[in-house]
């Protein structure tokens, strides 16, 4: 992939898929809260932070080495 490809995607995946990916996970956990009851809070911290870390790990390499300078 390019540079400039792999920036774009970047872009993409910060300006599009992250804030889709926030509005799927909140409306996940609202409808998981209305059919079981909301969990205990330590609970839904820990699924938050797994799924705060989750959306990262398929962009893995779209995001290595974009802040590099060119060489």
């Known amino acids: 992939m390019t540079p400039r490809t792999q920036r ?3 872009l993409f995946v910060l300006l599009v898929w992250m804030p889709a990916y926030i ?3 909140l409306v ?3 409808w998981l809260s209305d059919r079981f ?4 809070v330590l ?3 820990v699924i ?3 799924l705060g870390l989750l959306w990262v ?3 893995r390499r779209v995001f290595l080495g974009v802040g590099k300078a060119p060489s």
């Open 57 to 59: 790990a398929p962009f």
């Open 43 to 45: 609970a839904e911290l």
């Open 37 to 40: 009851g909301r969990p205990p």
């Open 8 to 10: 774009r995607w970047a």
């Open 48 to 50: 938050y932070v797994c």
């Open 28 to 30: 996940g956990m609202g």
């Open 23 to 25: 509005i799927l996970v």
